[in-house]
């Protein structure tokens, strides 16, 4: 089939290549622009276009696709049969929407109706989900509100974390989309119930407050690391918790309790594994100590 693709992160980037392997002409491929990035502030391209350009595709990067009549019809010019959206991170326009002959298809990262949005993954481990899943769309003018055309589950286990997620569901929608243009299955709309929406995660998600429960701190820190990551505060610093298991013990919230760096909340406790400091390594939670007096008693803000 002709394609255009239309992603821009690394979750996106299996289902690119999938494509292109299967041999799908694919013949643009759509993304972000390069912007700013990391301490220095380099400009870098997404993960999407570096695919795109290794793998010799045609590479487009308009800022903005409503009220862009070139940048419309430039896509409709292209004749496609199909579109395929995987994590792009722009609104498409209904315009668009229609302009290839199959539609638009979208790789969503949960079990739709459950979770739509911009952080399914996250979502899932935060709520306490015991599954999610990716689901392939018939894209609409809605909030992947689609009619589905593919799924497939998989389980979230107590220490499974939101880079695990992103991995195994890249994999799944890459074969997922490869089926659903291959088998055209028939699209079955998203039932009335059950459905639920995930805002865009901003860096303040990511400050801990341990007056919560250690049940639902496991979870935040599994879900929002790498991104925004988790974060206290030690004698006035950032301290990234990258890793932390539940564990017994109970005090004021945020207060150390033994020199293992346990750290009670709202009920129960958390044991931190890994931790990172601002400009340093990531390291294990006893390389850290080594070099860190945390007596029991100190508090974490």
Not at 281 to 295: D, K, N, R, T, Y
Request: aromatic share 4%; net charge neutral.
């Amino acid at each position: 089939m002709r394609l255009a693709f239309m992603g821009s992160p690394e979750f996106s980037v299996p289902a690119l290549e999938a494509l292109a392997g299967a041999g799908h002409d694919v013949a643009a491929v759509y993304c972000q622009p390069p912007k700013p990035a990391g301490r220095g502030q380099a400009v870098r391209k997404c993960a999407v276009q570096v695919a795109a350009e290794r793998l010799g595709l045609e590479v487009r990067t308009p800022g903005r696709l409503r009220k862009d009549d070139a940048a419309q019809a430039a896509f409709a010019d292209l004749g496609l049969d199909a579109a395929v959206v995987a994590a792009y991170g722009l609104i498409v326009p209904p315009a668009m929407l229609a302009a290839p002959r199959l539609g638009c298809l979208n790789i969503h990262a949960s079990l739709l109706p459950r979770w739509r949005g911009a952080a399914p993954i996250q979502a899932a481990i935060l709520a306490g989900d015991a599954e999610t899943g990716v689901t392939i769309m018939q894209m609409d003018a809605g909030l992947d509100t689609g009619a589905m055309l593919l799924s497939e589950a998989v389980p979230i286990t107590p220490r499974t974390t939101a880079d695990d997620l992103h991995d195994v569901l890249a994999r799944i929608g890459a074969a997922l989309i490869l089926r659903a243009l291959d088998e055209r299955p028939a699209p079955v709309p998203q039932p009335a119930e059950g459905a639920t929406y995930v805002a865009k995660l901003t860096r303040e998600d990511g400050r801990i407050d341990w007056t919560l429960g250690s049940d639902e701190l496991d979870r935040r820190i599994r879900a929002l690391n790498p991104w925004p990551g988790t974060a206290t505060v030690l004698d006035g610093q950032p301290l990234k918790i990258l890793a932390a298991v539940p564990a017994e013990g109970a005090g004021a919230p945020g207060t150390v309790l033994d020199a293992h760096l346990t750290i009670a909340c709202g009920s129960g406790a958390l044991r931190a594994e890994r931790v990172q400091r601002p400009g340093r390594a990531a390291m294990a939670v006893e390389a850290f100590l080594h070099g860190h007096h945390v007596p029991p008693g100190t508090v974490l803000g």
